[in-house]
């Protein structure tokens, strides 16, 4: 069964930070790109960056540059997003997705989607 499960969501005060895990089944990382999206409520799904673990290039909107990291685990055909200086505005329902765009100007991608984990910023 092929298959994306994100988890690693909950709620952090502003400055804090939270790591998201993303975990295929049924398939290979190794090929794809791989994104992370978010969408909060009343506003568009964002895309936030998009990785080729095949040469190790990723991309990153300038909403979360420099506060969001994306790795990558080869043994455990999973990905992670490192989220620090968290702010408020990131409060959303994040997804990891395959087959995303490098340029990061699209919401959605064609490839297989994690059900999403809410995350929440807030004091």
């Known amino acids: 069964q092929v298959q994306l499960v994100e988890s690693g969501g909950g709620l952090v005060q502003p400055g804090g930070s939270l790591r998201l895990s993303c975990v295929a089944s049924?398939?290979?990382?190794?090929?794809?790109?791989v994104g992370w999206f978010r969408q909060a409520p009343e506003k568009e799904r964002e895309a936030l960056s998009c990785s080729s673990f095949s040469d190790g290039s990723t991309y990153y909107a300038d909403s979360v540059k420099d506060r969001f990291t994306a790795s990558r685990d080869n043994a455990k055909n999973s990905v992670y997003l490192q989220m620090n200086s968290l702010k408020p505005e990131d409060t959303a329902v994040y997804y990891c997705?395959?087959?995303?765009?490098?340029?990061?100007?699209?919401?959605?991608?064609?490839?297989?989607w994690g059900q999403g984990t809410q995350v929440t910023v807030s004091s």
């Open positions: 997705a395959t087959d995303c765009l490098y340029s990061l100007t699209s919401s959605t991608t064609d490839g297989y």
């Open positions: 049924g398939f290979s990382l190794d090929y794809v790109t």
